[in-house]
């Protein structure tokens, strides 16, 4: 009996082995799948901060990741013997398409694909993408389609060496515990998408990041639909009380700019004139730019998520589980305006997720909650944006302590040259400070003729509330690279590893001349503020308290235009798959 026992399931091992068994096509996908993974895998190693030690069993686990996963499609083509030819080409459709996306990925921002990419990617529009591909020069398809050739070439001969080795029980078994391994981990990898959740590097390949990474996000998504739509309740204020250091109304303006850099003002030391209007109002007293800002994140999405809200990367907390600035503003008797030159559709878009919350958005094109021309050029919001004084009586009455805009330019955002008219081309090569020839030079003059048609935009906006008493700030979600990344020479962009070109964001507070004659001592106090290190996450909480309005989330350490200022936190940045502290400015850049 216990013979007969034995000898069943040896026959039915021997048939499960004889699944393991694979054809031409299976065995060149396998070595495809094996180099191109450990290639990704070898490069990203250094940036998951793992110590150098774990680097042979971190290899060996992506080894058996690869033997799993690829024994999965095989096991998969067997079961289903009437497309198993389909199955195979699936397998190598795949992994070329994960090794073209990640190794794209780490060669511009040193990032693979994750749940937090694929949050980007959907806050994404039509516009962004087209301009994005457009962005996409010959060296880096290069870089991408030459070491995939390569592959390819070598899995072939290595696929006709180790066609021998296939009936070989022992290396059957190998496959089979592989492939038990990675089916136990996929469950465990699904549980944790599926509660919102990541796995770690260290046990994930491509193949899981591509499947799992967007259903992370979507779960992400369905618990922010679930928990915020994104409206606070009510009880995110209780208890809040205002205190207002205000006799009348005033304005407080937030112009949000996009990818600009302070090192790329000529208000911060930058040797060509990019700023000449800030500049002069730096000279009158109207400007205060700030030494030392730091992007909270190197993407607006993110970047957006802590400048509007009270989120300081708790890690117990996420940004939905506070109020927004907007809100807080309108439950002290502000009127709240959002006025936009971007698209405000996208469920992960700024203007979705924060400007909703306004009581009026409007965009350059005439219509509220929705842009249906394309985007134009920034000066065309100048006329659209109102201040205090153009509320009508009743709203006045409604919100009798003032005004709260923000105001969502497209800034430097890439294209550079489809940001500003051709009037403002005053750059050349020739005034790129850093030279590297090419294509390279005339992207970066064009991103310096972004800046000051950005100026412009800014010495125009001010003038619409130079007669009211208005605290006007401006500041960028993110900096930019250009060129100038030791880690990414060839990066013109922003999003990935976050690196100081990124997080070095220019901030300016803007005081008119009423503002200043009626609050002389907290214009001073603002003034006397400008060299202090501070973060864009910490703007809620400044501007909350600037006017008088405390809520339970309400920190004076981080009120940097307060007398308590001492952030106990290091001012960080995010960016994908990792949060960086980078060093004070140790230099007076400013006036």
């Known amino acids: 009996m216990l013979r007969g026992s034995l000898f069943r399931l040896h026959s039915r091992s021997h048939k499960w082995l004889l699944l393991m068994q694979q054809s031409l096509h299976q065995i060149f996908n396998f070595w495809l799948l094996f180099f191109c993974q450990l290639a990704i895998e070898i490069l990203s190693f250094p940036y998951y901060g793992y110590h150098s030690h774990r680097f042979p069993l971190f290899i060996l686990t992506q080894i058996f990741l690869v033997v799993g996963w690829h024994f999965f499609f095989v096991l998969l083509s067997k079961l289903l013997l009437r497309f198993r030819t389909m199955i195979n080409v699936l397998e190598t459709i795949l992994v070329v398409l994960v090794f073209t996306v990640e190794k794209y990925l780490f060669s511009m921002y040193k990032a693979n694909i994750s749940d937090s990419l694929f949050e980007i990617i959907l806050s994404t529009n039509q516009r962004e993408s087209n301009e994005f591909m457009q962005s996409i020069d010959h060296t880096q398809v290069l870089s991408v389609v030459l070491p995939l050739a390569l592959f390819a070439f070598i899995s072939y001969i290595f696929c006709l060496f180790s066609v021998k080795y296939e009936s070989g029980v022992l290396l059957r078994i190998v496959y089979f515990v592989a492939l038990l391994g990675v089916l136990g981990l996929t469950i465990i990898k699904g549980s944790q998408a599926y509660k919102g959740g990541t796995t770690p590097p260290s046990v994930t390949c491509g193949l899981d990041r591509i499947i799992w990474s967007p259903i992370t996000n979507l779960q992400v998504n369905k618990i922010l639909q679930q928990r915020a739509s994104y409206r606070p309740k009510q009880e995110y204020l209780k208890g809040a009380t205002l205190n207002s250091p205000f006799s009348k109304s005033v304005d407080f303006v937030i112009i949000l700019g996009e990818t600009a850099r302070a090192d790329y003002f000529s208000s911060y030391g930058f040797p060509k004139k990019t700023t000449p209007i800030l500049d002069s109002l730096v000279d009158s007293g109207d400007a205060i730019c700030f030494n030392d800002a730091r992007s909270a994140a190197n993407s607006t999405i993110s970047s957006s998520k802590r400048i509007f809200t009270f989120w300081n990367d708790d890690s117990k907390k996420q940004w939905y589980d506070f109020p927004d600035i907007l809100t807080c503003f309108k439950h002290a008797g502000y009127a709240t305006r959002w006025y936009t030159n971007q698209e405000t559709e996208g469920l992960n878009s700024v203007e979705y997720l924060f400007g909703r919350t306004a009581q009026e958005i409007q965009t350059p094109q005439g219509r509220k909650n929705g842009v249906i021309e394309p985007i134009g050029y920034d000066e065309k919001i100048i006329p659209v944006v109102r201040n205090y004084n153009d509320l009508s009586i009743k709203e006045k009455q409604e919100n009798h302590a003032g005004q709260i805009s923000v105001i969502h330019l497209m800034g430097s955002h890439y294209l550079y040259e489809a940001r500003f008219p051709s009037k403002f081309k005053h750059f050349k090569t020739k005034d790129v400070v850093k030279k590297r020839?090419?294509?390279?030079?005339?992207?970066?003059?064009?991103?310096?003729?972004?800046?000051?048609?950005?100026?412009?935009?800014?010495?125009?906006?001010?003038?619409?509330?130079?007669?009211?008493?208005?605290?006007?700030?401006?500041?960028?979600?993110?900096?930019?690279?250009?060129?100038?990344?030791?880690?990414?020479?060839?990066?013109?962009?922003?999003?990935?590893?976050?690196?100081?070109?990124?997080?070095?964001?220019?901030?300016?507070?803007?005081?008119?001349?009423?503002?200043?004659?009626?609050?002389?001592?907290?214009?001073?106090?603002?003034?006397?503020?400008?060299?202090?290190?501070?973060?864009?996450?910490?703007?809620?909480?400044?501007?909350?308290?600037?006017?008088?309005?405390?809520?339970?989330?309400?920190?004076?350490?981080?009120?940097?235009?307060?007398?308590?200022?001492?952030?106990?936190?290091?001012?960080?940045?995010?960016?994908?798959?990792?949060?960086?502290?980078?060093?004070?400015?140790?230099?007076?850049?400013?006036k």
């Open 437 to 590: 020839g090419g294509a390279a030079d005339n992207r970066v003059a064009d991103y310096m003729n972004s800046i000051r048609y950005t100026d412009y935009v800014l010495g125009a906006l001010y003038s619409r509330y130079k007669e009211r008493p208005a605290l006007v700030i401006y500041l960028s979600d993110h900096g930019e690279s250009l060129y100038d990344n030791p880690e990414q020479p060839d990066l013109c962009g922003h999003a990935g590893r976050p690196c100081i070109e990124q997080a070095d964001v220019p901030f300016v507070v803007l005081i008119t001349p009423a503002f200043r004659a009626a609050y002389p001592e907290l214009s001073k106090r603002i003034r006397d503020s400008r060299f202090r290190p501070i973060s864009t996450a910490w703007l809620t909480n400044t501007l909350t308290l600037t006017a008088g309005i405390r809520t339970r989330y309400s920190d004076e350490r981080y009120n940097f235009f307060g007398d308590k200022f001492a952030p106990p936190k290091s001012r960080t940045t995010e960016g994908e798959g990792s949060v960086l502290v980078f060093p004070d400015v140790k230099t007076k850049r400013v």
